[in-house]
């Protein structure tokens, strides 16, 4: 099946700094999520993004699909941007389970 | 906005007892599926449905069963819990996959 790679693993950062979270994956995808866990284990959807670039606030994420990679921003974090981000993939095969294929994720944690 | 639901958020259960977790969602996909997360983990799909009366077993093995009487319904069920399953449960949907994945809250769940 198709991997998923995300990089940094772990990321500790100051209040207002900004970040960059890759993911990788290794055959062609129809659709790429990018999604943000809080401590209380709820699942946010970031990011709709197969390909192109897309804006919402302090984020901001872009997927190079014939590259295979896709990049998460978050620009002056805030506490509140703690938690761990998802990277997730699925191919449709035309048959068989099209859900999901997660990575193993980011822990960001931001400092005050 | 939540427009998938799940209950309970968490749950304490003694070993042996028959659980089931419901889920439940208003947004007419014909898609749903089952997710386990470990703590710190990345998820992995133990069941999915593509409508009703059709349930099949996802990546990853799993002791629980599943049922699809109703689109907007998608209940687990383990018949008698062990403490090995003691993880969070998460359900989503889709609408084949145009629009990415929508999760529920998840439940946390404590087999003792």
């Known amino acids: 099946g198709i991997q998923v790679e995300q990089s940094p693993p772990d990321l500790i950062l100051q209040e207002g700094a900004n970040s960059t979270l890759r993911c990788n994956f290794s055959d062609s995808v129809n659709n790429l999520q990018w999604f943000h866990q809080n401590p209380w284990g709820q699942l946010i959807n970031l990011f709709y993004?197969?390909?192109g670039t897309k804006q919402n606030g302090r984020l901001s994420a872009t997927t190079v699909a014939t590259e295979r990679y896709s990049l998460l921003y978050i620009s002056s974090s805030q506490t509140t941007d703690s938690g761990v981000y998802f990277c997730a993939v699925v191919k449709y095969s035309g048959g068989g389970a099209d859900g999901l294929t997660f990575g193993k994720g980011t822990h960001l944690i931001i400092q005050p | 906005e939540a427009d998938i639901y799940q209950t309970p958020r968490y749950l304490v259960i003694g070993t042996g007892k028959k659980i089931t977790l419901e889920c439940s969602q208003t947004m007419g996909h014909d898609k749903m599926y089952w997710y386990q997360q470990d703590p710190g983990m990345e998820l992995h799909l133990i069941h999915y449905s593509y409508g009703v009366n059709s349930t099949e077993k996802g990546d990853l093995s799993s002791e629980s069963t599943v049922s699809r009487i109703r689109t907007e319904h998608f209940p687990l069920t383990l018949e008698s819990a062990r403490p090995s399953h003691t993880s969070q449960y998460l359900c989503?949907?889709?609408?084949?996959?145009?629009?990415?994945?929508?999760f529920g809250s998840g439940t946390r769940l404590t087999v003792v």
């Open positions: 989503a949907s889709s609408e084949y996959g145009r629009y990415g994945y929508t």
């Open positions: 993004i197969p390909s």
